[in-house]
């Protein structure tokens, strides 16, 4: 499939809501949202799949295409934060990933550098599948209107669907070491889950775009999982910082994450 290019364009002054762009795989549409009281701006990524596809989570795992987002060319933008909905098994057992079917709205909360609008400029790659995996492209243009509120009610919903930060409800204990090896480091995590769930996915990331992290196996016990994985850097001597480390348990009755790697 040749690279796709959208464009999106809210003009100035309207509260119209932004074109969606039909593709072979689906819609994809930005949700201008609303302006929040801080002054930051609270839109959203929609992704509406054509039967049979699907795309995939931040951290899919090897078996997908973690997207890319490029903010580059966007003007009063200071910090963007994405927040992702809980996602799930994709795809044929052997080459499954964690990913979306259907629709997915994915919240965006975009930081000003000065008071007025933002005008965002999206260079998006990332993956999509059907009976194969392709990676694709597209680019997004968007002025949000700090008037409107147009989506409003699909972000909140998509905002309740997004992990927690785990707490003492949901684990009874977590321990993790972080251990040099030869190409990285070696990261081990140990949780007590508050209920058993041997069907639980743990997935282990480190906040640093110049690395990634290497998935083993996680193995459950009863109401103890244990998993880890390989940090890697694309460059030699990375350093690895304890409290950078995130890790987002998906189990039967909801989703949360938890930050750092307190020594066991």
Not at 107 to 123: K, T
Not at 133 to 150: F, G
Not at 198 to 212: C, G, K, L, R
Request: aromatic share 8%.
């Amino acid at each position: 499939m040749n690279k796709l290019l959208i464009l999106l364009v809210l003009l100035s002054g309207l509260a119209a809501p932004l074109r969606a762009a039909n593709t072979d795989y689906g819609t994809v549409q930005v949700l201008n949202g609303w302006q929040m009281p801080d002054g930051t701006h609270q839109a959203a990524l929609v992704f509406d799949l054509n039967p049979g596809w699907k795309t995939y989570w931040r951290s899919p795992g090897p078996n997908g295409i973690p997207p890319q987002f490029n903010w580059l060319g966007s003007r009063n933008l200071a910090g963007v934060a994405i927040s992702w909905p809980v996602p799930h098994m994709v795809g044929p057992p052997g080459a499954q990933a964690l990913g979306y079917t259907d629709k997915v709205v994915i919240p965006i909360r975009f930081q000003p550098a000065a008071e007025g609008p933002i005008s965002v400029a999206l260079y998006l790659e990332f993956g999509v599948c059907s009976d194969i995996c392709i990676p694709a492209s597209l680019s997004l243009l968007a002025r949000l209107d700090p008037d409107s509120s147009d989506g409003r009610e699909l972000i909140e919903a998509a905002l309740q669907d997004v992990p927690h930060v785990g707490g003492s409800a949901d684990v009874a204990g977590y321990s993790c070491s972080i251990l040099p090896s030869a190409q990285g480091y070696d990261v081990a995590t140990q949780l007590q889950l508050r209920q058993a769930d041997q069907a639980a996915i743990v997935t282990i990331e480190y906040d640093n775009p110049e690395s990634w992290v290497e998935p083993s196996a996680t193995v459950a016990e009863g109401p103890m999982i244990s998993s880890g994985g390989k940090i890697r850097f694309f460059a030699a001597g990375g350093m690895v910082e304890r409290d950078r480390l995130r890790v987002t348990v998906l189990t039967q009755g909801g989703a949360f994450e938890l930050h750092g790697c307190p020594a066991g």
